[in-house]
C-alpha cells in the first residue's frame, strides 16, 4: 500500500500533471521517472515510484503524451526543466525510464551535446529497446550515440519474458557499451515488460495498472532496489521475509 507523500502538480501550458512521490531522506538525489508509450500513464509507474521513494529518494513522475502530433518531446523537455527547478542541485538528478520513456532517458543522457549542457548523476533503462531513435529530441538510437558521451553510470533491468521489448536487445546494448569502455550492469528479471515497473497488462482497460503483489510486485522490488542505488544509496538486501516486509509501507 502507497503510505508515501504525494503532491501533484501541472508542470506544462496544456495541462499536463506530474507526480511527485516524497521520498524517505531528504537528503537523497530525485529521481526523474518517465513511462512508456501510452499516453498520460504516470499512474501506471505508482508502485514502483512510491517504493523508491520509501528508500529515500524523491521521485518525480511527469505524464506525457507519445501519441501527439509533436511525439510528447515539449513535454519530456518541460519535465526536465521542471525537475531542474525544483531540485536543490540538478547534478545530483538520476533519470529512469520505462519502455519508451527508458529508451529516451538513455539517449538524452548518452547524447554528445545534452539539453542545456546537463547530464544525470546516472541513467536506469528499465524493458526498453536501445536501436531505434529516440522522442526527445529526434535523437540516434542509444546505440548510436553511446561511443561519444562522457562516462557516467548506467543500470539495465529487463524481463527474460517481456514479449514487448526483447531481453536480447539489453543484452546487445549491454555488450555495445562494453565495447565503448561504459560497463553497464545488467538485473535480469524473471517477469515480463509490466512486471519489470511492478505493473501488469489490464485487457479490460487496454492499458497497464500499477500491482501491489504477486511476481510483477517482487520482481518490481529489485527494479526499486536498482533505483535507489543507482542514486547512491544503501539498499536493503531482499533475502527474508524480514527484510522484505519494509518495502511494503
Not at 148 to 156: D, F, K, Q, R, S
Not at 184 to 200: C, F, K, N, Q, S
Request: glycine residues 10%; charged residues 20%; proline residues 11%.
Amino acid at each position: 500500500m502507497d503510505t508515501t507523500v504525494i503532491d501533484t502538480v501541472r508542470y506544462t501550458a496544456d495541462g499536463q500533471l506530474l507526480d511527485i512521490h516524497h521520498g524517505a531522506d531528504p537528503d537523497a538525489p530525485t529521481v526523474l521517472l518517465w513511462h512508456g508509450r501510452g499516453p498520460a500513464e504516470r499512474d501506471v509507474l505508482g508502485a514502483l515510484a512510491a517504493t523508491v521513494a520509501r528508500l529515500g529518494p524523491t521521485v518525480i513522475v511527469p505524464d506525457w503524451r507519445p501519441d501527439a502530433p509533436d511525439g510528447g518531446r515539449p513535454q519530456l523537455a518541460a519535465s526536465l526543466r521542471y525537475t531542474w527547478d525544483y531540485v536543490p542541485d540538478p547534478a545530483r538528478v538520476v533519470l529512469v525510464g520505462w519502455s519508451l520513456g527508458g529508451r529516451a532517458a538513455m539517449a538524452t543522457a548518452l547524447q554528445p551535446h545534452p539539453p542545456e549542457d546537463w547530464r544525470p548523476a546516472a541513467v536506469v533503462g528499465i524493458a526498453a529497446r536501445y536501436n531505434q531513435p529516440e522522442p526527445l529530441l529526434g535523437l540516434p538510437s542509444p546505440m548510436a550515440v553511446c561511443a561519444t558521451a562522457p562516462p557516467l553510470p548506467i543500470h539495465l533491468v529487463h524481463g527474460r519474458a517481456d514479449r514487448v521489448c526483447d531481453f536480447n536487445n539489453a543484452l546487445e546494448f549491454q555488450s555495445v557499451l562494453a565495447d565503448c569502455g561504459r560497463p553497464a550492469p545488467l538485473t535480469e528479471l524473471t517477469t515480463d515488460h509490466a512486471g519489470a515497473v511492478m505493473a501488469e497488462y489490464a485487457p479490460e482497460l487496454g492499458r497497464c495498472r500499477p500491482v501491489h503483489g504477486g511476481t510483477p510486485y517482487e520482481e518490481g522490488l529489485r527494479t526499486a532496489r536498482v533505483i535507489a542505488s543507482a542514486a547512491g544509496l544503501k539498499v536493503p538486501e531482499l533475502d527474508s521475509p524480514g527484510r522484505k516486509a519494509q518495502f511494503n509501507g
